[in-house]
């Protein structure tokens, strides 16, 4: 043999090898179009999409985020509409034995056709839905899918009842419950094709699911299993390979297959594995496995698995101030930092991969290592899971239920469970679940917000039984059968705010903060065992406010103002608290900063405070993280994906060292807080200084350990003794890294100083380097300029004589025009 005889030979047996799989999936997203059902005015429709997208895009309707313009538009959700596209089929693929449609999201109500022939009904946007169109299928195909209108359903649902179903007539239809208006969220009931078509045609066996089950764990060896599930036509024999492609093993099963629909496990091992980890923690490690089904040398079907080892457990126990609420990550108790998470666009085809990164980016960015997904959005798209495993974000998954009593009847139960199943199986194989809970506040509002009131006995229990039915026998039968793994909660808050047990047992929700009125101290005095939600509205920013009200100049009183602001009483109550904390300005663009000062200090004192109650509290999750469109709400990042000065200041709190100053009669407690997983030590200062930077007290302790199990008072100190002037001082605290500057008054009362801030820029690979310094202590620093880009920090306290550098990401070589606002000038107009 040649000295090229060997290559070529194993070149032509790799290349022998390497044919595609038998089984074919074939996209049917291409050539769609739509018209209003009987118009035969048909026009291309995108697919994944939207009626109202694609009308959007054709400029045939305004766009509803601007203006008023949502008001204008609620025609299309009343109107019936029609898909249609055609499509060819090769003989080989033809000749296959069968051919399964695929539908993996339509909204909502549907009736699909091929050929002319009645495939299937849908009433259920968060299902798969599939049909065997073995006996149908031709060379030459028509597809056609009719959208009814979901009002006149819901209006024949309703009519069914001898009573009102609180919130309805949302509850009837199984789409997400977001889009019929909330107050952060327009009123936009999408039509249409949101997820992906396509046509699987295979011979004998297909491979329906794969899950890769973690069984055990111990630091040198996880023991898995791979559990196949497989739909066969005749008997057959097969081999299932699994592969973890990351360490080279592989495990075989040679499968003697029945017809019907089967489950097959493959016993899977690592020695010496790699765990997955919040960011924060540690690395978010996955292995590459490949699953293959094969028959003699034909690989049949094949898919690959990204799989996290690792332990999560929800630990409620009784203790003696209650009952403990607790996330153990591999055996090891977490502080859970984060935010709900709302659909980044009302209309939800819309994000992009480049989206979803952005914003887990800004999530990971902030130090967060978790988001409740909120149960009146969606079940998110595969890729946010996949970005949240590889960024080690632990998700809190609600199911989409929030905020009403659902229906119980037979009909409606079992389509809830089959949605159950989609689900859960489709995201069971994601590390960052954590958590799977069925509602959100249903269980809060039935026994608190007078859902009761004018229903007979008879009325009220059969309500009750169909959510006990629902949410205490249905969804945590399907975790525990399909993801036993993780824990199921029925209803997030465990018990509302007029429940004694509201702080001393399972998860609470705060709403006494901005609902009641009650002042940002009672965060402070009143911390649960895991605050799930609490939160505060600001303004969004100027860039969003000039779009929305198509506007340059910043007008509050705008009339788009009006149907941006969904809250009744939310621009009251902006101002009733500015009144209470800080100065109100006249001037619209300084009322807009003060108003994302406000809520950032408010917020941030709610997590300082669970943080510094660590353990008898774990979890802070503020509401919310995101916007669905622009609007003044109570996220941290505005609808055009700007980071308000909560996210900024955020990012300080959900660090995972914090110093956290209290000061109670006159004693100043310096708390120190760890979530690492080993503790920290080092020296510990603490000086008090006035606004021109002159010490007023110092003290160092040249050595301080942290705790990895609770908060820890490090420092006390009886203020009164130094006669200091609590208006015109702060603290500034450091440990290692850390630093906290701390003011003893409201900023309202802060006696600030009016000085310049000196600027200087300089080019960086990434955009430009501002230096900032001042004579004197400037408060909340805000850099705005006009050119497109992304700060490092924004908002922030600057020291006197302190140089602080900022970065400004930016793709423009244009230097830019820099403008500064702070709090000081603001006090001194």
Same mark, same amino acid.
């Given at each position: ?118 495939? &299937? =009904? ?9 049909? %065997?169109?073995?006996? #149908? $299928?031709? @060379?030459?195909?028509? +597809? ?62 297909? &491979? =329906? ?9 111990? %630091?040198?060896?996880? #023991? $898995?299993? @791979?559990?196949?599930? +497989? ?63 094969? =028959? ?534």
């Amino acid at each position: 043999m040649t000295k090229w005889g060997l290559p070529l030979l194993l070149l032509f047996l790799n290349l022998a090898c390497s044919h595609e799989p038998v089984n074919e999936r074939i996209s049917l997203n291409a050539n769609w179009q739509f018209s209003p059902l009987g118009n035969s005015h048909w026009q291309e429709a995108k697919v994944p999409g939207s009626v109202q997208m694609d009308l959007l895009r054709k400029k045939q309707i305004p766009h509803p985020f601007l203006l008023n313009n949502e008001d204008s538009i609620q025609w299309v959700s009343e109107t019936h509409w029609e898909y249609k596209t055609r499509f060819r089929i090769n003989d080989s693929t033809l000749q296959k034995q069968k051919h399964i449609l695929q539908f993996d999201g339509l909204d909502t109500y549907a009736s699909v056709y091929l050929n002319d022939s009645l495939l &299937l =009904k849908t009433n259920n946007a968060f299902r798969r839905w599939e049909h %065997d169109i073995s006996d #149908l $299928l031709l @060379a030459e195909n028509a +597809l056609r899918i009719v959208f009814e209108s979901p009002d006149s359903i819901e209006r024949s649902e309703a009519l069914k009842l001898n009573y009102e179903l609180p919130e309805a007539p949302r509850v009837f239809t199984r789409k997400p419950q977001f889009q019929y208006g909330w107050d952060w969220g327009p009123t936009l009931k999408t039509m249409g094709i949101w997820r992906d078509i396509s046509l699987l045609s295979y011979e004998n066996v297909r &491979l =329906k699911d794969a899950f890769v089950k973690t069984e055990s764990v111990s %630091d040198t060896l996880a #023991l $898995l299993t @791979a559990l196949v599930e +497989l739909e066969t036509v005749n008997k057959d024999e097969i081999t299932v390979v699994v592969r973890n492609n990351t360490t080279g093993d592989s495990f075989e099963e040679h499968i003697t297959l029945s017809p019907g629909i089967k489950e097959y496990s493959v016993p899977v091992s690592i020695e010496d594995p790699e765990l997955w980890w919040t960011h924060d923690l540690g690395e978010p490690f996955l292995y590459d496995f490949s699953i293959t089904i094969k =028959k003699n040398n034909d690989v049949l079907q094949k898919l690959h698995k990204k799989v996290g080892v690792r332990t999560i457990q929800l630990i409620t126990e009784k203790d003696p101030l209650g009952e403990s609420f607790y996330f153990k990550l591999n055996d090891r108790p977490v502080f859970m930092k984060g935010a709900n998470y709302i659909p980044p666009n009302i209309f939800l085809s819309e994000t992009t991969e480049k989206d979803y990164q952005i914003l887990l980016n800004d999530v990971t960015n902030a130090n967060m290592n978790m988001l409740r997904i909120w149960g009146g959005g969606i079940y998110e798209n595969d890729t946010f899971y996949d970005l949240c495993d590889e960024k080690g974000i632990l998700l809190w998954q609600d199911f989409m239920y929030a905020c009403a009593m659902y229906p119980g009847d037979p009909d409606f139960l079992e389509n809830a469970k089959q949605e159950a199943i989609d689900n859960v199986k489709r995201l069971r194989q994601h590390p960052s679940i954590g958590l799977w809970c069925g509602n959100n506040e249903n269980s809060e509002g039935w026994h608190r917000w007078g859902w009761k009131d004018a229903k007979t006995e008879v009325q009220q229990q059969e309500i009750w039984n169909g959510y006990y039915a629902l949410f205490n026998h249905i969804l945590p039968k399907v975790v525990d059968s399909l993801h036993p793994s993780v824990s199921y909660w029925e209803s997030s808050p465990k018990f509302g705010r007029g429940d004694k047990r509201y702080a001393s047992e399972g998860d609470a929700h705060d709403w006494w903060v901005w609902h009641d009125g009650y002042p940002f101290e009672h965060f402070e005095e009143n911390v649960p065992r895991f605050m799930s939600e609490f939160g505060f509205q600001s303004f969004p920013s100027l860039e969003a406010i000039r779009y929305f009200t198509q506007q340059d100049s910043i007008n509050l009183i705008h009339p788009s103002f009006a149907n941006h602001q969904k809250h009744a009483r939310g621009f009251q109550l902006i101002d009733s608290y500015m009144k209470q904390y800080y100065p109100v300005p006249e001037d619209a663009k300084e009322y807009v900063y003060v108003s994302q000062l406000l809520q950032a200090y408010g917020i941030t004192k709610g997590i300082y405070a669970h943080r510094a109650a660590k353990p008898y509290t774990m979890g802070s999750l503020y509401w919310q993280l995101n916007d669905c469109w622009p609007v003044v709400s109570w996220s941290g990042i505005d609808g055009l994906g700007n980071w308000k000065a909560l996210h900024y200041r955020a990012k300080d709190a959900f660090k995972n060292i914090i110093i956290v100053p209290r000061l109670k009669n006159d004693t100043l407690q310096i708390h120190l807080v760890d979530d690492n997983l080993k503790p920290a030590s080092g020296r510990l200062n603490i000086a008090i200084k006035d606004f021109k930077g002159e010490i007023l007290f110092e003290k160092s302790v040249p050595s301080v350990a942290t705790s990895v199990e609770s908060s820890q008072v490090v420092f006390e100190i009886f203020l009164k003794e130094f006669s200091i002037d609590y208006s015109s001082s702060y603290a500034d605290v450091r440990f290692g890294d850390t630093r906290r500057i701390f003011f003893f008054v409201k900023p309202k009362d802060l006696q600030l100083i009016s000085s310049e801030v000196s600027t200087e820029i300089e080019s960086t690979k990434d955009g430009f380097e501002i230096r900032l310094t001042s004579e004197s202590l400037q408060k909340n620093v805000f850099l705005q300029t006009d050119e497109a880009g992304r700060w490092s920090d924004n908002y922030f306290d600057l020291p006197p004589g302190e140089e602080r550098v900022v970065q400004f990401n930016t793709t423009t070589k244009k230097t830019p025009k820099i403008r500064i606002l702070t709090l000081n000038q603001i006090m001194s107009n």
